[in-house]
């Protein structure tokens, strides 16, 4: 029993500092090239702000100079994998839900010209969250004016 509470904690532990909104200083070459093998980076593209609510492998959303993304990499099972992004020039709205319910990560809602949407969901201080928002909010109007 007191062991599976000790793994439950480092568990908990090993999440949560995976947790965290990144800058593009805290990804190495390595995590570059993968983002390109599933097609959300392009050779001069540049991330600006990264969440994951795991690991950088299996979940991201972020935000470039040219897009916004989230995607979801089932380790087990390839169908269930979920990839999604819009060039900002595709963009044609961008709500914010800062408060999605106490069970629920605040995200922003993207809706492209195609009439699809996507969530790009982020994690952290309030003030970290509506900075990572405000600012891929800043990239796609500075595109789209």
């Known amino acids: 029993m ?85 060039f900002y020039t595709d963009i044609v709205h961008i709500d914010t839900v800062y408060y999605a319910g106490i069970t629920h990560t605040p995200y922003m809602l993207i809706r492209k010209n195609d009439s699809t949407q996507f969530k790009v969901s982020v994690n952290g201080s309030k003030e970290e969250v509506k900075l990572f928002f405000e600012e891929a909010m800043k990239e796609w109007k500075k595109i789209n004016e």
Not at 10 to 29: H, K, P, T, V
């Open 2 to 86: 007191k062991l599976t509470i000790l793994l439950a904690n480092c568990l908990s532990i090993a999440l949560l500092s995976c947790n965290r909104i990144e800058g593009n200083n805290r990804f190495n070459q390595k995590d570059i090239e993968y983002l390109r093998t599933i097609n959300l980076l392009d050779r001069d593209e540049q991330i600006y702000r990264f969440y994951s609510e795991y690991k950088k492998r299996v979940a991201g959303n972020f935000f470039t100079n040219k897009r916004i993304a989230t995607y979801w990499i089932d380790e087990r099972n390839q169908e269930k994998n979920e990839i999604s992004f819009a």
